[in-house]
């Protein structure tokens, strides 16, 4: 009798943990199953969390939203692991067009990188422009802190050791730390340790109570931080789901989306962490 | 007299050597055979391979009239007692049940049958006891009861008593002789104590390295050792 | 923070099946190393004391690319779902679950087995004695398995995917969170995640303590 109460209790367990693995029920389209790959600063700002349930709602699709490195965003990409991108590294971006993996590519909206670091500016950077105020960080031997993952913010970052004719990531100086991390937990390691770094200003924003870090560099054009989604292309990877990729780029430029966008973040933080631009070009960014 | 076990051209072989050679032993039914013989001698290996734990390289093995049962058909017309009692973590009434259980018996007639056996060797006390908790003496009882509770035709014993000290050993000695006199049961049981031997066993075997040297009545093979190596072994251990 | 015990249960739901799971593998396959001499039971031996100690993260790193669709089995489309995960967490603890199996009953006495097949057990019976008779280290096993699970993230992350409402656990939801310098929820995840190992160890010393006396 012992023996059968164990036999039950297991199989009660079993059932229960089964459901777990039950897929749901889900409605219209054909494939409704969506791999969307993006990076974390984006899934760390809230907008897909806002942004994703719309979509699903609206078309029946069910996404899964994965945060990965960019690096590792578009390689899913390449790979055909992912259907659809939303990332923000156009240099990058223009590569993976060029070599025909990506179909569709429409500009969806920007936000601004801002350097921060401890709030008496040791290297003096505030009325620098962004290239001068990396120049200064250099100079002064001050700590800095870089994401040094391959991410959008990373590229960036190493965009300006360049246009500054300086080269920390070879040189491997003492002040430069390298967190190998996503922008949460970069920003955390430069506030602990009273360094500078560049972010966007999304992460910043959300994680501004448990920094000890201003914002001392914000502004300038060559500081825009511009996304775009891609749909993977069918025809090198007929496994995707081209459908429901295009009509997550669809919803993402439409206007109603665009509006939703524009006010993310005003309640929260007094003022919208993303700017939509489906309506405007690359060329009007700068790019 | 029915023969009920008859062993015959018995050869085992353990890494190529052999360590048991056996034309011919046949024990009747009712009677106890004691096996001694010193370390080594193949006691233990002739005790394996009649429970058929040990597989003989050739040879057959009679009981009762045939050599084609199945294993698992012999060992449960057989019950074995060996040197420790090996009981599990569990009551000593659930251990003494354990052959019962394998045999599918009901629970009627095994606890009729426990509850008389625990008497009988004088261990009822100790039904409920957690049967790690007993004492070597007490341990070896219900070990006892275990193979009795059984009913085997045939009665297994490998040095029952060798791990118990002399007064336990001689008080269980006397309990066991007595309910095998009550039951009849055939047993062979091996020991290197000759006065086991000389007072439980109505004949007496000789093993010494792999062979059977003499086989007959304990009295006789203390007066007429077959030969020199068996007044040997005789002599060393007192007689 | 509403999410908090549908993670809480995701991650006990895939632990706890992926560990039944083991158990099924484990338990057979650590009574077969314990029972049989066979060619090569050493060499499997060493291999399963290896598994032990495999980085779940590496676990999780090898079963993705084997679930992604440029992975041979990518037609399963199991990434990024909770199966994947259990598949990952199985893996993971069948080699915990079955040395500790293989231990547990090697620690038996030898003679034991010769005693039950001479009062007349079957192949199956015995080995359901000595089951018995090792209940407690065999259930030690069973938890041994469960917290090599609970608490990984690697795995969880590399083929779960972290995707809210579908393969979010406690592990993955704490990373998130504190990379999103949500520190009050992340400690909140933790508690549940430290209750849960604590509760199970606690059982675990429990029995230990009370095979002891």
Known sequence: MKRLNLFLSLFVLLAVMLSACAPAATPAPANPDLILATTTSTQDSGLLDVLIPLFEAQTGYKVKTVAVGTGAALKMGEEGNADVLLVHAP????????????????????????????????????????????????????????????????????????KAELDPTTEKPAWYIESGQGMGATLTIASEKAAYTLTDRATYLANKGNLQLEILLEGDNALLNVYHVITVNPDKWPKTNYDGALAFAKFMTDPATQAVIASFGVDKFGQPLFYPDADRTDADLGL | MTVLIEVRDLLVQREKKTVLEIEHLSVEAGEVLAVVGPNGAGKSTL???????LKAARGTIHFDGTSSLNTLEYRRRIALVLQEPLLMDASVKDNAAIGLRFRGISKAESDRRVGHWLGRLGVAHLAER????????????????????????????????????????????????SVLAETSTTTIFITHDLQEAAKLATRMAVMLNGRVHQVGEPRQVFAHPADAQVAEFLGTQGG | MTDLLPITLLSLQVSTLATLISLLIGLPLGTALALSKFPGRAFIMSLINTGMALPPVVVGLFVAMSLWRSGPLGDLKLIYTPAAIVIAQTIIASPVVTGLTAAALQQLDPRLRLQLYGLGASRVQMIFSLWREARLPLLAALMAGFGSVISEIGASMMVGGNIKGQTRVLTTAIVLETGKGEFETAIALSIFLLTITFLVNWALTAIQQRGRQ
């Open chain 1, 91 to 162: 240099a990058s971006e223009a590569a993976l067009m060029d070599a025909g993996f990506g179909k569709d590519r429409m500009l969806v909206m920007h936000n601004d990188f801002i350097i921060v670091g401890p709030a008496d500016d040791p290297a003096k950077i505030k009325e620098l422009g962004p290239k001068d105020a990396f120049a200064a960080i250099y100079n002064a031997g001050v700590p800095f802190v870089s994401r040094a993952d391959d991410s959008g913010t990373n590229k960036m970052e190493l965009s300006f050791w360049k």
């Open chain 2, 47 to 53: 005790f394996l391979t009649l429970a058929r734990l």
């Open chain 2, 130 to 177: 957690p049967a790690r908790k007993l004492s070597g003496g007490e341990s070896q009882r219900v070990s006892l009861t275990r193979a009795f509770v059984l009913q085997p035709e045939l009665l297994l014993l490998d040095e029952p008593f060798t791990a118990l000290d002399a007064p336990t050993r001689l008080r269980l000695l006397d309990d066991l002789k």
